[in-house]
């Protein structure tokens, strides 16, 4: 086809294990505090974007996994955004429709992060298609405006979202803490306990959190930055037992914000609570064996039931073989009619 230009592009899925929840701009998406998260580069869990432009194309049309969808208001901020940035040679372009093929290979919007990977993956395409010059146009600032968290799955490794103090937003970015050649030991598993879509979207859910539920002012006023640096420090450091507490504290207080939300807003289910309870118990025997740290492993749960468990390479085998033991009383759960379709997957978070 003349004039066609095409491009396929990769994003991968990040969890964090400081969490943002609430905006202080939603047109923007500026949040009310920083947050942090590894980006988990595996084959199984990311999103796969193509965009094609050319000029015989008469609108612009999206897929996802598959379906047609109307692009909706998210998706035409980040590709108006993109053409503003668009490059001298390719300016004929921005007049060209679009058509965008998205499929992500996990389930979307059930708290594994597929906003993330989707919107990461649709900017840094289009970025392609359009010449955009990385050094002078941060992609994390336009992945942000598709959603938050997007802006974290730009890099790779451990990042960090800050969220700036301007009013325009131009500060509020991603940049990479460490690269993922820092912690080479570190895993992550997911546990899928339930590939249902959430009751109530991360949107919704923050924007209800912000009006309603004071302990979310609390925690982004007096508790988020000290974690942060605390963190960053735990990261430089391969320190598991700050990283492991961090992480599970920050879960566990989203979870607690999320339920003093009004209505409130409930994301995790029996199934997660049993895989918390599974790890503390973990983190107890290990400490009986003589472990010289207090946790070998640490749990974190985002808007969604599904659990995501950071640890360390020399403990995954042993880890992964409990969860398989465990696995009688969660399909007694799904006897029981939970929607519960439990899959351990080790990913190798740096492959
Ligand atoms: C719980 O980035 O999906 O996963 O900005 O409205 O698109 P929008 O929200 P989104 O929220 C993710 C929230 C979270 C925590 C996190 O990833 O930090």
């Given at each position: 086809m003349e004039g066609l230009v095409m491009k396929t592009c990769e994003g991968p899925v990040n969890i964090a294990v400081i969490k943002y929840w609430g905006k202080r701009n939603d047109e923007l998406i500026l949040p009310m505090n920083d947050s942090l998260s590894v980006t988990l580069h595996v084959d199984h869990l990311r999103s796969r974007t193509t965009i094609a432009c050319s000029p015989v194309f008469k609108e612009d049309e999206f897929w996802l996994n598959g379906k047609p969808f109307p692009i909706n208001e998210r998706m035409r901020t980040c590709i108006e955004e993109a053409k503003k940035h668009i490059s001298e040679e390719k300016k004929?372009?921005?007049k060209y429709k679009l058509r965008i093929c998205s499929e992500n290979n996990f389930a979307t919007a059930a708290g594994l992060a597929s906003s993330a990977a989707g919107f990461a993956c649709l900017v840094y395409c289009l970025a392609q298609v359009y010449g955009i010059d990385e050094k002078v146009v941060d992609l994390t600032i336009l992945a942000r405006r598709g959603s938050?968290?997007?802006?974290?799955?730009?890099?790779?490794g451990f990042v960090w979202w800050q969220k700036g103090t301007s009013d325009d937003g131009h500060d509020s970015k991603a940049v990479q803490v460490a690269s993922e050649a820092r912690w080479p030991e570190l895993r992550a598993v997911i546990l899928v306990v339930s590939h249902k879509q959430k009751d109530v979207s991360s949107k919704d859910g923050m924007k209800r959190s912000r009006e309603t539920s004071q302990l979310l002012h609390f925690r982004s006023k007096q508790i988020v930055q000290q974690r942060i640096e605390s963190m960053i420090k735990a990261i430089n450091a391969k320190d598991f037992d700050a990283f492991a507490e961090i992480t599970m504290k920050e879960s566990n207080q989203f979870h607690a914000v999320a339920l003093d939300t009004f209505p409130p807003c409930f994301y995790m289910n029996d199934v997660s609570r049993n895989v918390i309870d599974l790890v503390n118990k973990y983190n107890a025997y290990k400490v009986d064996m003589g472990?010289?740290?207090?946790?070998s492993a640490a749990y974190t749960f985002d808007a969604g039931p599904n659990a995501c468990i950071y640890l360390q390479d020399k403990d995954l085998s042993e880890f992964l073989s409990i969860i398989v033991s465990s696995f009688p009383s969660i399909e007694k759960e799904y006897v029981r009619g939970l929607p519960v379709e439990v899959v351990s997957s080790s990913v190798d978070i740096f492959p």
């Open positions: 004929e372009l921005s938050g968290s997007a802006c974290r799955s730009i890099y790779g472990s010289s740290t207090r946790y």
